[in-house]
């Protein structure tokens, strides 16, 4: 598993992503208005350290993690159906939780 920062042209891929992993959940609460979502989603990566989650040389996910004033926190992640449930998500927390910890340490 590799994660970097999200490059240009990326958006398009990762916004896939975000459609198939939450389309039924949005959709069963507020209903899916797909430019919304897309405009959403611009905000989100512009508000946050978005990067990407490639295995095999194939982006499968995604993680966006956020800091201001109040701290640092994870705003969002997603995986591709595929790759769920094999502990990657378990994985990406856990550096997260590493990162802070060296930062909180200082």
């Not at 891929?13 to 198939?20: G, N, P, S, T, W």
């Not at 990566?45 to 201001?68: F, M, N, P, R, W």
Request: hydrophobic residues 40%; contains cysteine.
């Amino acid at each position: 598993m590799n994660i970097r920062p999200i490059g240009d042209g990326e958006e398009g891929i990762l916004f896939e992503i975000h459609r198939a992993v939450f389309y039924s959940h949005i959709e069963q609460i507020w209903g899916w208005d797909e430019d919304w979502q897309k405009a959403n989603f611009a905000r989100e990566i512009e508000s946050s350290a978005t990067s990407v989650v490639i295995i095999d040389g194939l982006i499968v996910g995604y993680v966006q993690v956020c800091e201001d004033d109040r701290g640092i926190y994870l705003q969002n992640i997603a995986l591709s159906g595929d790759y769920q449930r094999k502990g990657i998500g378990t994985r990406l927390i856990q550096q997260l939780q590493k990162r802070l910890l060296s930062v909180a340490c200082r």
